[in-house]
Nanobody, 118 residues
Framework: QVQLVESGGGLVQPGGSLRLSCAAS????????MGWYRQAPGKQRELVAQ???????DYADSVKGRFTISRDNAARTAYLQMNSLKPDDSAVYYC????????????WGQGTQVTVSS
């Protein structure tokens, strides 16, 4: 079982920035694709960004150019730097870890709230 602990959410004004962190308990962190998802009230959970074990990166079209995902394998932590935040970015953000060979090993964090409002 892998524990994922997110931090860094909060309230920010439009145009502001936040940095989310996801700390993982597994020593095999480097073997996992790390993803950030979000879910707004009344909407489905959607992929925001992901970074594979070989550091290939994908972003949702809505965040390209504003968000940056990264990982530090030594620290077993994934990050999501969010800039130029918009009210539509408000959601609960979830960290996900999925083993790159055995996707049955798929874990979620508890979520962190991001609210963009003036």
């Amino acid at each position: 079982q892998v524990q994922l602990v997110e931090s860094g959410g909060g309230l920010v004004q439009p145009g502001g920035s936040l940095r989310l962190s996801c700390a993982a308990s597994t020593i095999a962190f480097s073997l996992y694709t790390m993803g950030w998802y979000r879910q707004a009230p009344g909407k489905q959970r959607e992929l925001v960004a992901q970074i594979t074990s070989s550091s290939n990166i994908d972003y949702a079209d809505s965040v390209k150019g504003r968000f940056t995902i990264s990982r530090d394998n030594a620290a077993r932590t994934a990050y999501l730097q969010m800039n130029s935040l918009k009210p539509d970015d408000s959601a609960v953000y979830y960290c996900n870890a999925r083993h790159h060979i055995m996707p049955i090993y798929n874990y979620w964090g508890q979520g962190t709230q991001v609210t963009v409002s003036s």
